[in-house]
């Protein structure tokens, strides 16, 4: 059976093919695993653990929340882009919204956490780390190999609270070493950066083979490009001689492209050749 929600443009990564099915979008992860879809209700995750949270109609000031505290406003379940429609705004502005939810808005660390789970029991961890450097606050690129320990301890308490007898890949995302979102399926994007070992012990695991945890990843850096951007060939050709891949992104709305990278600096380059813009 093929992996379900593979972009044609990324097949190639994904091999070996497991004998089962194996979601990678969150559509058919929620779809093929109904026991655990309860992963995508953000309003229960924040309330989960101990945010201040309640659906768009709950007063924030009736929980306590000063009137000029910044909160976060989300869909609840959003399976088409997961953080779309997302923003910050005053406590006493949040809007009559069906469907969305709001929450104290954190600060720190955006991080997301790969885990590979057997039984419910987490098994290996890859993290990556986002910059400082946002876009409506998006990172502008992310760490991969990111070393977290901190991290880890409060992880696997949430997997062994939340994933009970499940078994494959699943993805948190924390800011401040608190939760925002999590899925049942990894972070794609980075998987190139995961070393050769990543997709075929995930594949074992999920087709109830001998599985090891692979090793540590090597790592590197994912960019995304926002705004305007110069695609053209010749720029492509220059960004590839300069050891960085550009995947042109037209799903993802306000994102022209992503960048891979192996060298932080070589992301930085690309960045500016290809919008004329400097990060810090």
């Known amino acids: 059976m093929p992996f379900i929600g593979v972009l044609p443009e990324r097949k190639p990564l994904f091999k070996p093919e497991p004998r089962c099915d194996l979601p990678v979008s969150d559509a058919a992860a929620w779809r093929l695993n109904p026991a655990h879809r309860h992963i995508y209700d953000k309003l229960r995750l924040a309330l989960d653990a101990g945010l201040t949270a309640a659906p768009c109609g709950v007063s924030p000031m ?141 594949v074992a695991l999920v087709d109830g083979e001998e599985f090891s945890p692979p090793p540590p990843i090597p790592g590197g850096y994912v960019f995304s490009v926002f705004g305007d951007a110069d695609l053209s060939e010749e720029k492509l050709d220059s960004a590839e001689s300069m050891g960085v891949k550009v995947q042109p992104d037209p799903s993802t709305p306000g994102r022209a492209a992503i960048l891979r990278c192996r060298e932080r600096e070589a992301g930085f380059d690309v960045y500016r050749l290809l919008t004329g813009r400097t990060l810090a």
């Open 62 to 202: 009736d929980l306590g929340m000063a009137e000029d505290a910044e909160v976060f406003v989300k869909p609840i379940t959003n399976l088409a882009g997961m953080g779309l429609s997302a923003r910050s705004v005053r406590a006493d502005q949040v809007p009559m919204e069906p469907g969305s939810y709001w929450s104290e808005r954190l600060t720190g660390t955006h991080s997301s956490s790969d885990c590979l789970v057997q039984g419910g029991e987490p098994q290996w961890f890859a993290h990556t780390r986002g910059s400082d450097e946002k876009d409506a606050s998006r990172p502008i690129y992310w760490e991969i190999g990111a070393d977290l320990p901190d991290a880890e301890e409060w992880l696997s308490a949430w997997v062994r609270r939340n994933l009970a007898g499940y078994t494959g890949l699943c993805n948190i995302e924390l800011i401040g070493g608190r939760p925002i979102e999590a899925h049942l399926r990894g972070s794609n994007g980075f998987f190139d950066f995961y070393g050769s070992a990543f997709i075929p012990a995930w």
